[in-house]
């Protein structure tokens, strides 16, 4: 399509949108789909990984943990080459490396390769995400804005809920031993799609900004230092935390500060950090930022304790591991549905309720594996607490980034957007990390060959504390929703620098 100025944003613009901008919106959510199913779909197919490519336990961390930071990592230096090249070409060669990588990460033979192909699949998700919140900025206005941003909201927290069960149909259809392939092939014909589509239907507009390029030394320093402090997380327990794992975390926390040194150096030169120092000068969106990590965290880890003790603890199908989950996919549904009409009418209030539904769903799920016999539980013992967590989270996930970004100046939305981004998927990789070690470094199974009910409880024991330590995490997340502002700037205010970078989700 021809090459077209950024429209201007403003209050008065009118609700109206063209009806391509509406179509160019379906490719862009059928894009965020593909991505942020991937985030949990894998966690059903864990176990028959674990058994069809003699993986250990650290490994299936990774393949969860090594995709959302790819991800995270991979949004901000995105958003700015999409500002200096165009968001929609962007957004095609991030989205045609995540189908090309989807067949990788099918076709892998063993641990490392999967491991691998899921850090370039989560790489080229992080980069055709920012271009989505990109495009929606730059081709809606006014409440229509809101109005998109919802429908992609919903769109992520339905596909995100959906993930295990959509991967337990696929492993039934095809099989236990091999079907875990199935889940990353599914991508390849909604992949092939969505590129074509997105060649004819997005329009190529020029944003107009000055990019001043990427931080590259600072994108360095975060990433070498995120990966030196999840390598232990992730492997410690396995290896018995050797004298590396405390030398890996002391050196990740040493680079993590050099790289907040580096940051001002490159702001106090007029050049763009890969994270404006200035940003967590205001309180508030310190906090917000600490919010998006710690929520993250909880959320995303709680598909992947259940799924690993609904299989190998309890014996269940992947298709009924993953069928657990419904009641967290229909409050989803429910919430996101909700999310921008009470965030208008209430302010933050649908934040705290969000975070509040979360945590008192989280907090039930630990008690009921605590309190209820392990050969009592079945999926409508788990029913209410993941149906009052799913509402929660649908409440929360759509709206929350525009209430961290308004902790900051306007001219910093985009900026602030990027990081907040960034930080819920670095959040999602340590949850995942943190739970994840916790898990397996609570599960005890005697040697031999135990029966199944010493199995179950072993696993039971070990979920438990998992799950305590997800609703820990989600407790925290609703004590931090307070320092958010109590109301936002309406949905059609110009927030123009939006564009550089992903909103978040």
């Known amino acids: 399509m021809t090459t077209s100025p950024a429209p201007a944003a403003s209050n008065d613009a009118p609700d109206a949108a063209p009806r391509s901008s509406w179509i ?57 080459v999409g500002d200096r090249v165009g968001h929609k070409w962007v957004f095609v060669v991030g989205l045609a490396g995540f189908t090309l990588a989807s067949l990788w990460c099918g076709l892998a033979s063993g641990a490392t390769e999967l491991i691998v192909a899921r850090v370039v699949q989560g790489l080229c998700g992080g980069i055709f995400f920012p271009a989505v919140t990109a495009l929606i900025q730059l081709m809606f206005a006014g409440r229509t804005r809101g109005r998109a941003f919802a429908v992609m909201g919903a769109a992520i927290g339905f596909s995100t809920a959906l993930g295990p069960i959509v991967g337990g149909l696929l492993i039934e259809a095809f099989g236990e031993d091999e079907g875990w392939r199935s889940i990353f092939f599914v991508n390849l014909p909604f992949g092939v799609i969505a590129v074509a589509a997105a060649i004819m239907l997005l329009p190529r507009i020029v944003v107009g900004a000055t990019a001043r390029g990427v931080d590259g030394v600072g994108l360095l320093l975060v990433s070498v230092a995120l990966v030196a402090v999840l390598v232990p997380l992730i492997e410690g327990e396995d290896a018995g935390w050797p004298w590396w794992t405390w030398t890996s975390l002391a050196g990740g926390l040493l ?26 000068s ?35 199908s992947a298709l009924a591991s993953g069928l657990v989950s419904v009641p967290f996919a229909i409050g989803s549904i429910l919430g996101a549905s909700q999310s921008e009409r009470l965030a208008h009418r209430l302010g933050r209030l649908v934040l705290v309720i969000g975070t509040a539904m979360v945590a008192v769903g989280l907090v039930s799920l630990w008690l009921v594996l605590w309190l209820v016999p392990t050969g009592d539980l079945t999926n409508w013992t788990l029913a209410a607490p993941l149906l009052v967590g799913g509402i929660g989270s649908g409440l929360f996930i759509a709206p929350n980034a525009q209430f961290i970004v308004a902790t900051v100046d306007r001219d910093e939305a985009g900026a602030a957007s990027g990081v907040i981004g960034t930080m819920q998927r670095i959040g999602s990789a340590a949850g995942i990390a943190v ?45 931090l929703v307070f320092v958010l502002p109590r109301r936002v700037a309406p949905a059609g205010g110009d927030h123009s620098s939006g564009s550089r970078a992903a909103a978040s989700a």
Do not use: C, K
Not at 263 to 274: C, F, H, K, Q, T
């Open 435 to 479: 739970v994840g070690s916790v898990l397996f470094g609570s599960l005890e199974l005697p040697p031999g060959r135990p029966t199944p009910e010493v199995v179950a409880d072993a696993f039971a024991h070990a979920a438990t504390m998992a799950l305590g330590t997800s609703a820990a995490l989600s407790v925290v997340a609703f004590l």
């Open 24 to 80: 160019a919106l379906a490719v862009l959510i059928l894009g965020v789909s593909m991505a942020l199913l991937d985030t949990t779909i894998v966690n059903v197919a864990l176990p028959t990984i674990r058994t069809s490519l003699d993986a250990s336990e650290g490994t299936l961390s990774w393949i969860i943990s090594g995709y959302a930071l790819a991800y995270g990592l991979a949004l901000i230096p995105a958003g700015r």
């Open 255 to 280: 680079l993590l500060v050099a790289f907040a040194f580096w940051e001002r150096r490159v702001a106090a030169r007029g050049n763009s950090p890969l994270v404006p120092p200035h940003l967590f």
């Open 282 to 316: 205001h309180a508030a969106f310190t906090g917000g930022v600490i919010l998006a990590l710690v929520y993250f965290a909880a959320f995303t880890s709680i598909f992947f304790t259940v799924s690993i003790f609904w299989q190998a603890g309890l014996g269940h």
